[in-house]
């Protein structure tokens, strides 16, 4: 079993930063790859970011390239999404996910899914 808590969203004016944060727990092998998704009101979940927990490879959606970068702390069990020049598009609720290593190239492998973070941005 696989649980993950994510914490860290808010309400920020346009431009502002935020830090999301997802404490993980469970078999390590189950969340080799972990990423973050997002999902706005009546929109369907897309992927913004992953990574491979041993190597640190990423890879971003584009709409977040540039903006958005995600890291991992295995002593910790915590991934997290530095989110920086937010717009307010970026508005959603924010997910965090693990999955096999295969899931860091092919996010729709991703099995585990954290309950959310709203991320709001006003403009």
């Known amino acids: 079993q696989v649980q993950l808590v994510e914490s860290g969203g808010g309400s920020v004016q346009a431009g502002g930063s935020l830090r999301l944060s997802c404490a993980a727990s469970g078999y390590t092998y189950e969340r080799d790859c972990m990423g973050w998704f997002r999902q706005a009101p009546g929109a369907e979940r897309e992927g913004v970011a992953s990574?491979?927990?041993?190597?640190?490879?990423?890879l971003y959606a584009d709409s977040v390239k540039g903006r958005f970068t995600i890291s991992i702390d295995n002593a910790k069990n915590t991934l997290y999404l530095q989110m920086d020049s937010l717009k307010p598009e970026d508005t959603a609720m924010y997910y965090c996910a693990a999955g096999r290593w295969v899931a860091c190239s092919n996010w729709s492998e991703y099995k585990h899914w954290g309950q959310g973070t709203q991320v709001t941005v006003s403009s």
């Open positions: 990574i491979y927990r041993y190597g640190g490879s990423t």
